[in-house]
T-cell receptor, first 115, second 112 residues
Framework: DTGVSQDPRHKITKRGQNVTFRCDPI?????LYWYRQTLGQGPEFLTY????????KSRLLSDRFSAERPKGSFSTLEIQRTEQGDSAMYLC?????????????FGPGTRLLVL | QKEVEQDPGPLSVPEGAIVSLNCTYS??????FMWYRQYSRKGPELLMY????GNKEDGRFTAQVDKSSKYISLFIRDSQPSDSATYLC????????????FGQGTILTVHP
């Protein structure tokens, strides 16, 4: 257990529905990242927060995706009008700014299946 | 072409074997190099972290980085069945805000 938690762990939804995932990072970590991992691939970067500010978004993050980190603590990732291609594992990771180490700690992931 | 290339395997070895896992990368700005281990249906866990070129050893694991050839390696000595997992190389650096760029992952099976 890295100390990063994600909820739910699994989500099955029908195409066109909206889904929201939550990530609780390690408490002293001010940087938070979302990644998406499809079967047989490594995780791909989606977006990054430093405290409550969203500083970078991947081109993978279409208009249907939105992420927030309202108080610089937990974060949510929402997918609107889900498509079958959104089926993947959604991973959250956190790290501290200080120390210079680019060490990110990952949560267990939320596995999404869109039918 | 992907920024980080990793042979997906799968790789199957007998218990006790030495395992060599490799990645190549294309972005010269990458300065930080990591190996993560991922068990089935779990999140990646950090195994090794290296800054710039050089070797790092931790128990049965040795990570090597050769920035001149843009080559990253992980060696596992005396491999155990519990080492069976997917191994992901990852890099970061430049102006990327610390975002990680991963290889595809290599599936390793160590059989008794």
């Amino acid at each position: 257990d890295t100390g990063v938690s994600q909820d739910p762990r699994h989500k099955i939804t029908k195409r066109g529905q909206n889904v929201t995932f939550r990530c609780d990072p390690i408490s002293e970590h001010n940087r938070l990242y979302w990644y998406r991992q499809t079967l047989g691939q490594g995780p791909e970067f989606l977006t990054y927060f430093q405290n409550e500010a969203q500083l970078e978004k991947s081109r993978l993050l279409s208009d249907r995706f939105s992420a927030e980190r309202p108080k610089g603590s937990f974060s949510t990732l929402e997918i609107q009008r889900t498509e079958q291609g959104d089926s993947a594992m959604y991973l959250c990771a956190s790290r501290r700014t200080s120390g210079g180490r680019e060490t990110q700690y990952f949560g267990p992931g939320t596995r999404l299946l869109v039918l | 072409q992907k920024e980080v290339e990793q042979d997906p395997g799968p790789l199957s070895v007998p218990e006790g074997a030495i395992v060599s896992l490799n990645c190549t990368y294309s972005n010269s700005a990458f300065q930080y190099f990591m190996w993560y281990r991922q068990y089935s249906r779990k999140g990646p866990e950090l195994l090794m972290y290296t800054y710039s070129s050089g070797n790092k050893e931790d128990g049965r694991f040795t990570a090597q980085v050769d920035k001149s050839s843009k080559y990253i390696s992980l060696f596992i000595r005396d491999s155990q069945p519990s080492d069976s997992a997917t191994y992901l190389c990852a890099t970061a650096g430049g102006t990327s805000y610390g975002k990680l760029t991963f290889g595809q992952g290599t599936i390793l099976t160590v059989h008794p």
